[in-house]
Structures are given as C-alpha cells and as structure tokens.
C-alpha cells in the first residue's frame, strides 16, 4: 500500500522502505538521494509498503542472521511485553489480543490471549522488563553467543540474552542485572564485540575475558 499521508499510516504498523519503482529504461542514479527531509518527502521518494499490523509500542529490530527475518521487541500492556517475528501481511493483534492487562486493570481487547488470523508473539514476558533494542549477535569473540539474540531491557534492568532454536527462544539469561542500569540499546561491534548502552548514559563492551 503506498501511503497517502505518511503520518496517519504507519500508526501501529511495521512498514518497509524500498527504493522508488523506476522505469526499466531509466538508469538508476548513481548516488543515493538525500535522505535529509522529513517524512512526507520522504514518501515520493521511495516506494512504502505495510509490512504488519496489529502492534502496540514496537521498540527495536533486528534481522536474523541465517533467516533473514525481521525480528522485533515490542512493549506491551501489564504481562504483554513481545518479542516478534514479522510475516509481511500478518496482524500481530494489538488491540484485539494480547497477554497480561492493561495497566489500568482492564482487560485487553476482548480479554483473548488467541484468535484465529492473528499472530502469536515468539514470546512474551509476564511480569513485564520492557525490551528496547535489540541485536543478533554474529561476532567470533564469544563463540557459544553465535545467533543469540541480545535485547536491552528497560525497566527489566539487565540486558537479555536469549537463546533461539527454529524460531522459539529456548534459553534466557539475564546479564549485568547487579549494574542498576536501563539498557536501551545493544550492537555488535566490528571487533566482534557486543556494546550495549544505558539511559544513564553507560557504555559496556562484552568480550571474552
Ligand atoms: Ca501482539
């Protein structure tokens, strides 16, 4: 769907940014277009598409490494913290479904936690830690990380390492949990190390000892 106002369209949606469809006989230019305007330019000068639907308060993405996969980390209501994995034109039912309540008390939607044509988290966290960025980490420092999966925590206050097997996270460890901090963000580095970042303004750098 090519948006007609880019601020009413992308509200609760995941959208994906390609370059503008250009006539075959045209050669493409040579340099990337300026990318210094604001959003509704921005819409004349790629081609966007809706990828999902149906989310709440997306957080952070990353691509699997060996899938391809946009993965993302999404804030949820009280016990509905998500990790995601995005089908292009799937519905991932907020605010129709959802695990835990809202934080007034009230149930979510109709209550459901399932309903038939909406997605399923890959998981979810009850009680909440509140995810933010997130990276798969590819690196050689730290071989046994290979393709986990890192997510800074907000109020969780650690940074989360997560274990993944066919699209199911089968391990979670929580690291740096006794540093008090609010991990925001997390990326591998090109030395192969992992680097995360805190609200407070901390940047730690993991390696193998
Ligand atoms: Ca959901």
Redesign the pocket.
């Known amino acids: 769907m090519l948006a007609t106002s880019w601020r009413e369209t992308v509200w609760q949606q995941a959208v994906r940014l390609l370059p503008p469809a250009t006539d075959k006989r045209q050669p493409r230019p040579a340099t990337r277009p300026d990318f210094g305007l604001d959003a509704l330019d921005l819409v004349e000068l790629v081609q966007v598409e809706q990828h999902s639907i149906?989310?709440?308060n997306p957080q952070g993405l990353a691509i699997h490494p060996t899938t391809g996969e946009v993965w993302q980390s999404?804030h949820?209501p009280r016990g509905?913290d998500?990790l995601?994995r995005l089908q292009a034109g799937a519905n991932?039912?907020?605010p129709t479904?959802?695990y835990g309540l809202e934080y007034s008390g009230q149930p979510v939607g109709s209550g459901r936690t399932q309903r038939q044509g909406?997605?399923?988290?890959v998981y979810y966290w009850d009680p909440v830690v509140s995810p933010s960025g997130m990276a798969f980490y590819t690196g050689n420092c730290i071989a046994e990380w290979q393709n986990n999966l890192f997510i800074g925590a907000l109020s969780g206050q650690h940074l989360l390492r997560l274990v993944i097997d066919n699209n199911r996270v089968v391990g979670e460890e929580r690291l740096l949990a006794s540093e008090g901090q609010r991990f925001r963000d997390v990326t591998q580095g090109t030395d192969g190390a992992l680097y995360t970042v805190t609200d407070q303004g901390r940047l730690y750098r993991l390696d193998r000892p």
Not at 118 to 121: K, Y
Request: charge should be negative; glycine fraction near 30%; hydrophobic fraction near 20%.
């Open positions: 149906g989310h709440r999404e949820g509905g998500e995601n991932y039912g907020w479904i959802g909406l997605e399923q988290p």
